[in-house]
């Protein structure tokens, strides 16, 4: 492991003493391309079964409609803001590395069921091992929104650096998967097309890359001007896109003209677990960024049940994906649906199993006889 760790941190130093123009773009898309594989090999160390095994994160069930995990460095105060979201006792105290495991609780909020874990401090140097880093960025990894909790007495830097540690996992925070498709082949080479102009990327760098994995023959396509970093991520093929909300805490201890300077911050929202100043606010924002859809049952000739909605993705809201979270067998006796709601034409409007639906939306589901 620890040479592991010197290559990674000799790739690191070169790449910080190269300039970066045209003319070294190639050979830092090499050292990127190993720096990723370097990495990879850190969490999943290739010795058999036995051992550490890769990065495992803390054995916690995944309950409820969606998961938010709570990052952040010793002391910012994470555990204090579980116990008022969630009333869950979590242990708090004035000195660093309090919470040693993860805690989790749940929030009731708008119909939904979201659990909330609280994951102990990370330090710097988490990604390469230190600390519990790799068990606590595991957990990470499974959320569906991760709130990066930041002292505001301390200095922003904080932010950049828990960053740089999650990236360093495979965690991409509020950003798409690269629109770029890479598709290996038998024969030809490495060929690169384009649709659009592209000043980031050459034939040289991404034949670098692709050599780098061992890769001979492949197709590139770009919809947009992607870096060597996009395609990297491509084709390590282990990243996951997961949405952040920084919440920047203890803002009763900052003067009113600090305040407005971290308002300029992209993706945040100030809080004070301690006085629960904002915290409304917060959960406003964590709903926001989960985009998830509430669906309310409708029993034939009842009234919808309002109190228990089931909850969808923004992503898979359709009547099929509806039917297979009540129940899978309801999907094989479906006939047709009545909606009413946004999503609906005119109300009720007799759907299949394609259509999509939109929050708060009733549905009442005819099977077959």
């Known amino acids: 492991m620890a040479t592991v760790l010197q290559k990674i941190k000799d790739i690191e130093d070169e790449m910080a003493r190269t300039q970066k123009n045209k003319a070294t773009a190639h050979h830092l898309g090499l050292l990127k391309a190993k720096l990723a594989k370097l990495r990879r090999e850190i969490l999943t160390p290739s010795g058999g079964k036995g051992g550490g095994g890769a990065g495992e994160g803390f054995d916690v069930t995944k309950s409820g409609d969606s998961r938010v995990g709570l990052v952040g460095f010793p002391s910012v105060g994470k555990s204090t803001l579980l116990n008022k979201l969630t009333g869950t006792f979590s242990e708090v105290a004035s000195y660093e590395f309090t919470t040693l495991t993860c805690i989790p609780g749940v929030i009731r909020y708008r119909g939904a069921k979201i659990q909330l874990l609280d994951l102990p401090g990370i330090i710097e140097g988490a990604k390469d091992g230190k600390g519990r880093g790799r068990q606590v960025i595991s957990t990470a990894r499974t959320c569906n929104c991760i709130v990066i909790v930041l002292d505001a007495i301390k200095p922003i830097t904080h932010k950049r650096l828990i960053e740089k540690e999650l990236e360093g996992?495979?965690?991409?925070?509020?950003?798409?998967?690269?629109?770029?498709?890479?598709?290996?082949?038998?024969?030809?080479g490495i060929s690169i097309t384009a649709s659009c102009a592209v000043t980031n990327l050459d034939l040289d760098t991404v034949k670098a890359v692709c050599s780098e994995y061992r890769i001979h023959n492949a197709d590139v396509h770009l919809r947009y001007d992607a870096t060597v970093d996009d395609l990297i991520d491509v084709i390590e093929g282990s990243r996951v896109y997961i949405p952040c909300v920084y919440a920047v805490n203890k803002i009763d201890q900052i003067t009113l003209e600090e305040l407005e300077v971290l308002d300029k911050l992209p993706h945040y929202c100030p809080v004070s677990a301690h006085l629960e100043w904002n915290l409304d606010g917060l959960l406003e924002k964590v709903w926001e960024y989960l985009d998830l859809v509430r669906v309310f049952t409708k029993p034939r000739g009842a009234n919808p049940d309002y109190e228990d909605p089931?909850?969808?993705?923004?992503?898979?809201?359709?009547?099929?994906?509806?039917?297979?979270r009540i129940h899978k067998d309801m999907s094989k006796q479906f006939k047709y649906a009545l909606v009413w709601g946004s999503s609906a034409k005119h109300k009720p409007q007799r759907v299949g199993k394609e259509h999509e639906l939109e929050d708060e939306d009733v549905v009442q589901i005819v099977k077959k006889v």
């Not at 089931?310 to 297979?324: G, P, Q, W």
């Open 310 to 324: 089931v909850i969808l993705s923004a992503k898979t809201r359709t009547v099929d994906d509806f039917c297979n």
């Open 169 to 188: 996992f495979g965690i991409r925070l509020n950003k798409e998967p690269p629109n770029l498709t890479f598709r290996r082949k038998d024969k030809g």
